[in-house]
T-cell receptor, first 114, second 113 residues
Framework: EAQVTQNPRYLITVTGKKLTVTCSQN?????MSWYRQDPGLGLRQIYY???????DKGDVPEGYKVSRKEKRNFPLILESPSPNQTSLYFC?????????????FGQGTRLTVV | SQQGEEDPQALSIQEGENATMNCSYK?????LQWYRQNSGRGLVHLIL?????REKHSGRLRVTLDTSKKSSSLLITASRAADTASYFC?????????????FGKGTHLIIQP
């Protein structure tokens, strides 16, 4: 089954404790991205990757890092989480740049930073 | 930066009625997509309409695009309880940038049984 898998689904952590949210897709997609969703603000893009070893900042990259060492994986790293990073996070992938094709989304990771 | 804005923010209708949601955007686009999100879950792609298309159908969905007014509408006919969800429009801008989809804030649709 074609899918984007995020882990964990739910995470509560403390300020400053480094964490990684994993994202994996099994569709051989080139393009992957991370979004955060907050009430009243909709979805905002954090980082995106056009292919292996090619990443770039989205609209709200501060406080986040990503890497793309393999085509299927695109982890999101919070080196020192803060409470304002409490949010619902989504990973997405598409065949190429999402401009012309549909994006497939993971089920989301609800992160709470206390 | 916010590109699309959906209207209304919330909509409640009776099962069997039609639901119409609108999306306005600010800058020229390559295409426009609509997504559905069930409560707290991932987004699911519904339909993509290109900037040179005016109307597109998929099952009970009908999407229109008016580039002169920078607006799109999503019509769901013969609504069902399972259509209860949030609906988002997403755009990609002209210019060839790779910065992906820009989402609106969504319309929350409730179908009353």
């Amino acid at each position: 089954e074609a899918q984007v898998t995020q882990n964990p689904r739910y995470l509560i952590t403390v300020t400053g404790k480094k964490l990684t949210v994993t994202c994996s897709q099994n569709m051989n997609h080139e393009y992957m991205s991370w979004y955060r969703q907050d009430p009243g603000l909709g979805l905002r893009q954090i980082y995106y990757s056009m292919n292996v070893e090619v990443t770039d900042k989205g609209d709200v990259p501060e406080g986040y890092k990503v890497s793309r060492k393999e085509k299927r994986n695109f982890p999101l790293i919070l080196e020192s989480p803060s409470p304002n990073q409490t949010s619902l996070y989504f990973c997405a992938s598409s065949i190429t740049y999402t401009g012309n094709t549909e994006a497939f989304f993971g089920q989301g990771t609800r992160l709470t930073v206390v | 930066s916010q590109q699309g804005e959906e209207d209304p923010q919330a909509l409640s209708i009776q099962e069997g009625e039609n639901a119409t949601m609108n999306c306005s955007y600010k800058t020229s686009i390559n295409n426009l997509q609509w997504y559905r999100q069930n409560s707290g879950r991932g987004l699911v792609h519904l339909i993509l309409i290109r900037s040179n298309e005016r109307e597109k159908h998929s099952g009970r969905l009908r999407v229109t695009l008016d580039t002169s007014k920078k607006s799109s509408s999503l019509l769901i006919t013969a609504s069902r309880a399972a259509d209860t969800a949030s609906y988002f429009c997403a755009t990609t801008t002209s210019g060839g940038g790779a910065d992906g989809l820009t989402f609106g804030k969504g319309t929350h649709l409730i179908i009353q049984p």
